[in-house]
């Protein structure tokens, strides 16, 4: 019965693939959104969708996509992997009433050798 | 540019001292967030005090806010093991309505049996 789900939960790859980061939430939220966290911790938000539609778009290189097929899912895929993306991707949900408070997932760690 | 920055960057003490951890800001905002990071796991929200507001209490934890100052401290009461984390905090500044929160590096917290 987990809220905020993410899969895989460990990513480890090799320079110039490309990988999908899933994230579901079960909670009824209407945004999600995707944080990249550093190896310093620093916590950056990426994108954020609003039922389906996307409303939060940081300076992200385009090798990002982010795609939410329906409310309950933003999947995140990332091409030409380089070195620099090797991070923890959090995915979070927020609802209307209550757009403050994001519900975090466990995070998917992702490693570019 | 990073919006909130915690002081100080780590924290050792004993179990049933108080902690108190500082953050500073840059722009308005609509509220200022704390949140909690275990090692290796999502972040959990913990309390939210908004731009009007200059204290707020949830059990243990007490939170200050001075928008003059552009700052705020959370103060964790009697502390135990289990609060060993890394504690955040998040600004929500005026932007068009979306939830785009802004995270500083954290507080690695540290409370010793």
């Known amino acids: 019965d987990t809220a905020v789900s993410q899969t895989p939960k460990y990513l480890v790859t090799q320079m110039g693939n490309d990988k999908s980061i899933k994230c579901e939430q079960n909670?009824?939220?209407?945004?999600m959104y995707w944080y990249k966290q550093d190896s310093k911790k620093f916590l950056k938000i990426m994108f954020s969708?609003?039922?389906?539609?996307?409303?939060i778009n940081e300076t992200v290189p385009n090798r990002f996509s982010p795609k939410s097929p329906d409310k309950a899912h933003l999947n995140l895929h990332i091409n030409s992997l380089e070195l620099g993306d090797s991070a923890v991707y959090f995915c979070?949900?927020?609802?209307?009433?209550?757009?403050?408070?994001?519900?975090f997932g466990p995070g998917t760690r992702l490693l570019v050798l | 540019s990073q919006q909130g920055e915690e002081d100080p960057q780590a924290l050792s003490i004993q179990e049933g001292e108080n902690a108190t951890m500082n953050c500073s800001y840059k722009?308005?905002?609509?509220?200022l967030q704390w949140y909690r990071q275990n090692s290796g796991r999502g972040l959990v929200h913990l309390i939210l005090?908004?731009?009007?507001?200059r204290e707020k209490h949830s059990g243990r934890l007490r939170v200050t806010l001075d928008t003059s100052k552009k700052s705020s401290s959370l103060l964790i009461t009697a502390s135990r093991a289990a609060d060993t984390a890394s504690y955040f905090c998040a600004t929500d500044p005026f932007s068009g309505g979306y939830n785009k929160l802004i995270f500083g590096a954290g507080t690695r917290l540290a409370v010793h049996p």
């Open positions: 979070a949900s927020s609802s209307r009433d209550s757009q403050e408070t994001q519900y």
């Open positions: 969708y609003n039922n389906k539609e996307l409303i």
């Open positions: 909670l009824g939220h209407d945004t």
């Open positions: 005090i908004r731009s009007n507001e």
């Open positions: 722009t308005s905002i609509n509220n």
